[in-house]
């Protein structure tokens, strides 16, 4: 299935934090209207929840709206067909309480950077209109769907706020309030980043749940206790149970001390 307007879900207009009644420079238009909360890119039907399922979990517990863009069926893959993982993903997803659609890039382990296939995206982008955007590391050695996605992603997101791109012309630009990077595997870890780290230990038995509903996944390695053993060794570093990393895209910009919650130097 494409992305299209008629096939895809809306979700319920949400407020996003740091919403502001300010005009973008190149636009014009409203910046930080979001129709949505957060909208999370996949490569394969996975990633996301092996990535970043425990950072979905704790948004969609406080009610806030997730949609989840998986951009292949993992035909590719070593186990199971196209029609069992794209079944494991709608399970996945619905366990997250999160929305999904998938997209076409060309196929598993076939991505293209390609300008027609960064539009798509941008047009996603506009369609659901996200406070925040996730998507997988820009670092090359992993998968090559995985950085090729996240290049492709981050170029949509700056497309996506452009009046004039002749394509995007039916909804209106849409400026993203932060693109952050997931790391699928330890390798994908960029070194010069800072991350953001996300407190999941009260939602760790959803998280878990949405990863070993990929069972197809799981006959080749324990891929959900890789990331389990990833979220508590983060946990450990900074005293709680669990914790999760984002790479920021962009400088983070706060309104005050206030907003800027604790520190992770523990040791
Ligand atoms: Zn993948």
Same mark, same amino acid.
């Given at each position: 299935?494409? %992305? ?7 979700? %319920? ?63 590719? #893959? ?7 993982? $794209? ?49 997988? $590391? $820009?670092?090359?050695?992993?998968? %090559? ?115 800027? #919650? ?6």
């Amino acid at each position: 299935m494409k %992305p299209g307007p008629k096939s895809s879900p809306k979700p %319920p207009p949400h407020p996003a934090a740091g919403d502001h009644p300010r005009k973008s420079a190149e636009t014009g238009q409203p910046v930080g209207v979001n129709a949505l909360h957060l909208l999370v890119f996949g490569a394969h039907p996975d990633d996301i929840e092996f990535a970043c399922g425990g950072i979905v979990a704790r948004e969609t517990r406080a009610g806030r709206s997730v949609h989840f863009v998986v951009c292949s069926r993992g035909e590719a #893959g070593t186990h199971g067909t196209p029609t069992q993982r $794209t079944a494991e993903a709608r399970q996945a997803a619905k366990l997250l309480g999160a929305s999904l659609e998938f997209a076409d890039l060309g196929g598993d382990a076939h991505f293209e950077e390609r300008a027609v296939h960064v539009v798509a995206l941008a047009r996603i982008i506009r369609r659901v209109r996200p406070g925040f955007v996730l998507a997988p $590391t $820009t670092v090359e050695n992993q998968h %090559p769907d995985h950085y090729k996605l996240g290049r492709m992603v981050r170029d949509a997101a700056r497309l996506a706020r452009y009046g004039g791109v002749r394509e995007l012309r039916r909804d209106p630009p849409h400026a993203i309030g932060q693109l952050f990077f997931y790391a699928v595997t330890p390798e994908a870890e960029p070194r010069e980043v800072t991350p953001v780290f996300i407190d999941v230990c009260d939602v760790m038995e959803p998280w878990y749940n949405a990863m070993i509903a990929h069972r197809s996944q799981l006959k080749s390695r324990p891929y959900h206790l890789l990331q389990m053993a990833r979220a508590s060794v983060l946990g450990q570093r900074l005293g709680v149970h669990g914790a999760m990393a984002l790479y920021p895209n962009d400088p983070l910009v706060f309104d005050s001390l206030a907003s800027l #919650g604790r520190s992770g130097r523990r040791y």
